[in-house]
């Protein structure tokens, strides 16, 4: 009896490791989703912008409305946890996902595709810190690297296929395929970890416990800082908007802040960045977050708007920027564990600054091979400003504060991303006039190098004044002029994302001696 005692426990253990594995997997299919949704929808913004007639200026909501969702739902994922359990909350952002993408892909106007977009982001933000969560709870220690490895893959691929699966889907069928390929993997991924994981149990009392107040005060933040660092420079800081807007949004910043002090479950803590290193390391992941989705937003509407191209070729070209931090992944790893900090973080920053900076001097006729180099300095550095960042970060706090940490460390990357992105747009809409002006001003003096830039024929460019033009003249030569003149304010914006970048490797010095880990904290990776 004793021995089919045994056998039977056994067999329990070895059935429940595989329904945690089976569990665990469908986690990282969700995980996978709201990662690669961040991403999939870069080489399919034009396409989306002339099927929805969403202004050129405006496309950027399409990602930042995504960011600033999952910023407000990161720091709410572990009260979320508590209330609901790890088993109920995943299967509810699942499934939340699933049909915020099928409202994505039934929009009809730029409203409801940004309304659907921020639901979506809010689900997906919970999904990715719930994924490195259950490697703590739902492994033995002997495990947990190994699931720790299958979460950073999962975490790695998915922005490395993302633009080139989104231009695939849109080119073969059309750009609603890129919200509904969600369908199936969310609601299979959903149904497997409820049917799966068994790990806590729900304590309805915790949602009790949430700030609600705290967390509308930041959301409204977060929007009204967005929308003034969009609208500001189209209304030259002028107009009923603008001033409503800067009145409120300082006000909304002040009271979250202020929330989170009083507080004493605040909803992000604030205290942390006390912290030096802590702060320094932040601050570096905000710049982080400035240089990649930046950098993707920039390449992206490039390739469409100056290059002319396909969903399916931008997605082409931009996979050198997934390609490159898988291939550079092991020597990186490799170096993590033995070289100090503060210098892999100055090789990845100063690798991802040159890689910005080459970008920068752009013409109407760069196409892949005068991409790709930059793209490959910027992907070899990702994972050097990542992992030597984020042990900086983390490695000060004890286990039971590192979720937290890590929560607003992560957070700092995605503010970065959305804030870059606004001041992107503001650069893209504003210097483009004014290199136009320079450009007309150059061909009407007869310059042979500006005729050259623009890609008009030399022809009738002796380095002389011109004579009066016609009007039919004006109309052909004016597409020619306006493409240059966006693709200088292109560069413009490069040369600004590799100075902030340059500007970050001046925070390294005032980093004290990082300590030692044995590995990179799971939660970095997401």
Known sequence: MTKMRVAQQLDEQRMGSLRAWAG?????????????????????????????????????WIQTSYLIAEIVAIPLTGWLTRALSLRYLFFGATLGFALASLCCAASTSEALLIAARVVQGFCGGMLIPAVFTSVFVMFPQRQQLLATTIAGSFAMIAPTIGPTLGGYMTEIHSWHWIFLINLPPGIIAGA???????VG???????????????LAAALFLSSLELLLKEGPKHDWHGDLVTALLAFCPLAGAATIGLCLKRPRPFVNLGRFRDRVFS?????????GWGLYGSVYL???????????SPLEIGLVMAVTGAAPLLTA?????????????????????????GLFANGFATVRTDFNGLFWPQVLRGAGLLLCLLPTTRLALDRWPPDELAEASGLFNLMRNLGGAIGIAVIDTILERRTAGHAAHLVSALMAGDRNTARLVGLPLAEFHNVPLGPIDALTKAIVKPFVERAALAQSFNDAWLLLGIVF???????????????SPATPASALA
């Not at 969700?30 to 989306?48: C, E, H």
């Not at 320094?280 to 982080?288: E, G, I």
């Not at 390449?299 to 191209?309: N, P, Q, S, T």
Request: hydrophobic share 55%.
């Open 24 to 60: 665990f997997g469908a986690m990282c299919v969700g995980m996978f989703m709201a990662i690669l949704d961040i991403q999939i929808v870069a080489s399919s913004l034009t396409n989306i912008g002339n099927a929805l007639h969403i202004a050129p200026e405006n496309l950027s």
């Open 192 to 198: 497997i970890v409820l049917a799966c994981v068994r």
């Open 201 to 215: 149990r729900p304590d309805w009392r915790a949602l009790r416990r949430i700030d609600i107040t705290t967390i």
């Open 280 to 288: 320094l390391s932040c601050a570096l992941s905000f710049v982080l």
């Open 299 to 309: 390449l992206a509407l490039f390739l469409g708007f100056v290059r002319h191209h």
């Open 330 to 354: 092991p020597a990186a790893a490799f170096a993590e564990t033995r070289v100090s900090a503060k210098w892999l973080a100055a090789i990845g920053y100063g690798l991802f600054a040159t």
């Open 502 to 516: 340059a500007l970050a490797l001046c925070a390294l010095p005032f980093i004290g001696r990082d300590r030692r």
